[in-house]
């Protein structure tokens, strides 16, 4: 059984310390007796440090929103994964829509610094994802094959084993739009036989892939429900404790059926 994985990721929101605390204080109670799905939370860089002192001793984790594949140097502006793993990170999240779109991160550098994170005992979030009009015009599942080729490109099982793939088609992604659980399971099921194909079924079987375009505590429910969604990658939702505990819970309620 893959344990559901949820993350939070805040964006360029709640950076303040005592945002990031305040928001804390209100989930840790509520998420508590939650056994049975990993919760990471992503804030800005800026309220990395005061995350990692608050949930220390709770059953939320901390990852980064981005880093780069060297561990030091002149890369103004750019995080080292060694400094994520000194703070107490324990994810990274790399490849999002935003940061390929609005950043021109390509294929082969998102891979770099997946090898990077690897290398240095952070556990990866991985996205990939259509646009609308790569949707529309029936290029999804061609556009996926090659986003997966090419940033999984070189990974042996065992390092892909400790991957989580977050698929967000990027039409749904704070546009309101959401994918149907049927249209989101159908592209899970297809990121999963790519992995079987490309590596083998036990490695497949093994990898969690979450669902990351607009998930609400509305929909939360009937997206966990499909067999092949193992969690979500949470925007705007996981800026408020309440909302973020009910797609927690609506994770928990699915597993445990």
Not at 75 to 93: A, M, N, Q, R, W
Not at 207 to 236: C, H, M, W
């Amino acid at each position: 059984m893959r344990n559901p994985i949820i993350g939070g990721n805040w964006k360029m929101n709640k950076g303040s310390p005592s945002e990031a605390t305040k928001m804390l204080k209100e989930l840790i109670p509520l998420v508590k007796k939650i056994k049975s799905v990993d919760i990471v939370v992503a804030p800005p860089f800026t309220a990395l440090f005061s995350t990692i002192q608050i949930v220390k001793n709770t059953n939320i984790m901390v990852g980064a929103q981005n880093m780069y594949y060297e561990e030091m140097g002149a890369f103004t502006g750019e995080i080292s994964p060694e400094f994520l793993k000194d703070l107490g990170c324990k994810y990274v999240i790399l490849g999002h829509s935003e940061r390929r779109d609005i950043f021109n991160e390509t294929n082969d550098l998102i891979n770099k610094k997946l090898k990077k994170a690897l290398n240095s005992n952070l556990n990866p979030i991985v996205c990939i994802g259509e646009h609308l009009e790569e949707r529309e015009s029936g290029r999804t599942k061609d556009v996926i094959e090659n986003q997966f080729d090419l940033t999984f490109n070189d990974l042996k099982s065992e390092e892909l084993s400790k991957v989580t793939i977050a698929y967000e088609p990027i039409w749904a992604i704070g546009t309101g739009k959401t994918a149907t659980p049927e249209q989101a399971e159908e592209i899970h099921i297809f990121i999963r036989e790519l992995i079987a194909s490309n590596y083998d079924k036990k490695t497949a079987e093994i990898v969690r892939i979450q669902y990351g375009g607009s998930i609400k505590p509305t929909n939360a429910n009937e997206l966990f429900k499909k067999e092949n969604i193992d969690g979500g990658l949470v925007g705007g939702a996981s800026l408020h404790a309440k909302s973020l505990y009910e797609i927690i819970k609506a994770a928990e309620i699915s597993f445990n059926k």
